[in-house]
């Protein structure tokens, strides 16, 4: 097993060693085994009804008990003969059903040793590679909390609860328990006895545990949503549908910033009746009364204010994370021809535009619109103590409402304008950084130089009148706030004065309209950020109405093999509705097994014929069938992953040889890997692999890497996963005359297993086909064996290099 860490002191390690072929029984059978003898068991005593069911679990070993047994070499090849046996025994289409076994790469820690037993109580209907797809790239499952996102991630949600296991109900179970050193368990079910059947990760075993009945954590599992019809998707409002999920918090926050309000009523109070009432009586022991009372009402003040600030910081980090969660799987999933229009730098800015809910939600901005539905209180209580004196705070908020609807237009035009010119100097950074070697190369430094102060002394321009609009704004709200203390002081004086008014009523009323004002000058001062955040909740429920390919975590109803049968009927495309079509009623028909080659000139349309079949696009006439299935009625997911695919452009992620192998098929051993490397022309001791399939491939040594590995890498990738059809678009691009023979050998030995399409233009690569689908400006000119088609190819180009 790889070693991901040393474990703490005095716990138990988990052995990670395949177990041996003949391990019997499993634990799914042990279960079995006991709940059948329940009756058996019912005569015994206490004691001898344990014994007997500690000799039940004595059949299902523990790890370290699986790797003692597996120490010969006999053993080891037997595991190693059952892993590979489990993980290539595949359908034509490369599904693996899902297994209840606990597996070694999975129960690295007890939280992974869990998720199979759990999912198998569960019924879950998913195959070992939708499972696999689930869990994290680079580290094992962690904790209670890993095992709930893996769960999330194959359509279960999981709520946390404090209660007993023994006020435990029927259809509660099966739910997650903590152990005493906090990992994850698994308490199944109820026994007839009242005790509970538990799977402890920790150990990997089964046991009859006794109900507590003291408060604990525990976990209910629950199968999630459904994914939303059509019409209801372009009826939701995103935003306030995810801000229902949080009503309680939400509605504390309410509650806490109405008594926080009703709190601040009483300050200005004090000081009233100390002007009034202690001042005029020289009364110090009611002063000292006051003083108390007002101490603890601002000490109460403070703790709800505190307690709000921290409903508020979990209200916006539990949203901003589920807004970046959902816009990266809504971007992901959503149909291609939606997102490549729009440049890398746009769609990075489309991310970063997300970051005025945080600003909104961590700022004084959140706290001023929670306050203004409140300073109707205010209001009243002027009214109450000054009378006419409301009204002056009252023309103050008209006039402040006016500036804003006044000032709207101009924010907005101000918000849009920088929002383009930084997403235009954004994919400006970005496409200097990707091509920074070819601008050297080419020695455009200075253009490229003069292009990148252009964008940025614009960006400076319209940040400069932004900042001064705002500047401007506030100067005016500063003006109207004195103006506002200044006439608040001269009406009431005048109140005073005719004895209509206090002058402990004046100050006090002075302190109710700083009140008003505070959250109202925030407010307008923050319209800025405002129309932004509304702005943003626009572009945020539109990215979230359009319609994706599938629903990330729902298992199709239905799980195909397929045997590979392809047909093209009139099918006809186009990239944009005003563009000439690449495809035009392009017919014919591949029986399974069959290997064929797509040749044809630069722009024919071969690359987009495999796109698609790939369902990448949907083409605007015509049928495209696979088992006399259209495309369109299979889920699309499913119809990818019973394609191997071979790009023309080579492409790999961050991780080792071996996590970029897999990402095409989850279910793949290590032997599978190596397989599929030697089946591409790259031995073992290839000196491009130096940690052999843990080689890591990053930013740097994957530059450095030579195309023709490269390329070869690319088609291992493919050949790892055991498909139903095979795409290659121009594997022979720079592929060595090794890597041609190893290609052409593999695909005659795929002739009759698995269906082959192979975009190319070379003569060698066609003679191994079967035959050879010629197209020219998008359509099918010649279709025939490639005796007869490839010496006219290679005529026709002979005439052209004469010519």
């Known amino acids: 097993m790889t070693d991901r860490g040393t474990p703490r002191e005095g716990k138990r390690v988990v052995q990670q060693t395949p177990p041996p072929a003949d391990w019997q029984p499993s634990w799914m059978e042990t279960l079995k085994a006991l709940r059948a003898d329940r009756e058996a068991m019912a005569g015994d005593d206490a004691r001898a009804r344990q014994s007997r069911v500690n000799e039940a679990f004595t059949g299902f070993p523990t790890y370290a008990d699986v790797s003692a047994a597996a120490e010969t070499e006999d053993d080891r090849a037997a595991a190693a003969d059952a892993d590979s046996t489990a993980g290539t025994g595949q359908a034509a289409s490369g599904s693996t059903r899902f297994s209840p076994r606990i597996d070694r790469e999975e129960a690295e820690t007890p939280a992974a040793a869990c998720l199979r037993p759990l999912l198998t109580v569960l019924n879950w209907g998913g195959e070992e590679r939708h499972l696999l797809e689930a869990l994290p790239h680079f580290d094992p499952i962690r904790g209670v909390e890993g095992l709930r996102a893996v769960l999330h991630r194959v359509g279960y949600v999981t709520k946390e609860r404090h209660t007993c296991t023994s006020a435990l109900k029927s259809e509660q179970f099966p739910c997650i328990g903590l152990d005493e050193d906090g990992e994850p368990l698994v308490i199944v079910e109820r026994q007839d006895d009242d005790r509970l059947l538990v799977f402890r990760g920790a150990l990997g075993t089964f046991r009859l545990e006794k109900p507590q009945t003291c408060r604990q954590t525990l976990f209910f599992v629950e199968r999630g949503s459904e994914e939303l019809d059509p019409a209801a998707l372009r009826r939701q409002n995103w935003f306030w549908e995810s801000l229902g999920k949080l009503k309680r918090p939400i509605a504390t926050i309410a509650v806490f910033t109405l008594f926080a309000n009703l709190l601040a009523l009483l300050t200005p109070i004090y000081v009233m009746n100390v002007y009034n009432r202690v001042i005029g009586a020289r009364s110090l022991e009611t002063l000292a009364y006051f003083f108390v009372a007002v101490a603890a009402v601002i000490a109460s003040e403070w703790l709800l204010r505190r307690r709000r600030s921290k409903l508020v910081a979990y209200v916006g980090t539990r949203f901003d994370s589920e807004l970046v969660i959902q816009a990266f799987r809504q971007i992901v999933t959503m149909p291609i021809a939606m997102t490549e229009s729009a440049s890398i730098g746009a769609q990075i800015s489309r991310f970063r535009q997300f970051e005025s809910f945080r600003e909104f939600f961590s700022g004084n901005i959140v706290n001023a619109v929670m306050d203004l539905p409140f300073t109707i209180i205010f209001f009243v209580a002027i009214t109450l103590i000054a009378g006419p004196l409301v009204f002056v705070p009252l023309a103050l908020v008209v006039v402040f409402a006016v500036l804003a609807f006044a000032s709207l237009p101009k924010v907005k035009r101000h918000v849009a304008e ?3 010119n930084r997403t235009k100097l954004q994919t400006l950074q970005i496409e200097i950084l990707q091509k920074r070697r070819n601008i050297r190369e080419i020695g455009a430094e200075a253009i490229w130089r003069q292009r990148y102060e252009e964008l940025s002394r614009h960006a400076m321009a319209l940040k400069f009148d932004a900042q001064f609009f705002n500047m401007s704004l506030h100067t005016i709200s500063q003006s109207l706030v004195t103006l506002a203390g200044v006439t608040t002081l001269g009406v009431g004086a ?25 959250p109202i000058q925030i407010a307008f001062l923050s319209i800025n950020r405002i129309s932004q955040f509304a702005d943003t909740i626009r572009q945020i429920n539109q990215l979230m109405r359009i319609r994706t390919e599938r629903q990330p975590g729902q298992i199709p109803s239905v799980l195909r093999s397929f045997e590979g049968e392809i047909t093209f009927a009139g099918v006809g495309f186009r990239y944009a509705p005003n563009a000439e079509p690449v495809v035009k009623g392009a017919t014919f028909k591949i029986p399974a097994g069959q290997l064929v080659a797509i040749a044809g000139p630069s722009g024919a349309g071969k690359s987009t014929l495999l796109k698609l079949l790939l369902n990448l696009y949907q083409p605007q006439a015509g049928v495209i069938s696979i088992d006399d299935l259209n495309v369109r009625q299979i889920d699309t997911g499913e119809l990818r992953n019973a394609i191997a695919y071979v790009p023309q452009q080579n492409f790999f992620f961050y991780g080792t040889v071996s996590q970029n192998m897999l990402l095409a098929e989850p279910t793949a051993t290590r032997e599978d890997i190596e397989r599929a490397l030697r089946e591409a022309g790259i031995p073992e001791n290839d ?4 940690d052999g399939l843990d080689t890591h491939l990053r930013l740097g040594n994957r530059e450095a ?27 022979g691009t720079y592929l060595d005359q090794e ?10 030995d795929l002739r009759g297993k698995a269906t082959v399409i192979i975009v190319t233009n070379r003569p060698s690569h066609m003679n191994a086909c079967d035959r050879v689908i010629y197209l020219r400006e998008g359509m099918v000119v010649a279709d025939d064996v490639p005796a007869k088609i490839v010496p006219a190819i290679l005529n026709q180009g002979q005439k052209k290099a004469a010519g």
């Open 494 to 518: 005048l109140l005073v004065i005719n004895e209509a008014l206090s002058v402990g009523g004046l100050i006090a009323s002075m302190v109710f309209i700083w009140r008003i004002l505070s």
């Open 705 to 731: 890497l030579p195309e023709g590995f490269k390329q070869r890498l690319s088609i291992a990738r493919a050949l790892t996963k055991s498909a139903a059809i095979y795409l290659f678009d121009e594997p």
């Open 687 to 690: 000196g491009a692999l130096t």
């Open 739 to 748: 890597g041609d023979k190893a290609l052409i050998e593999k695909l005659n």
């Open 418 to 420: 920088t929002g383009r």
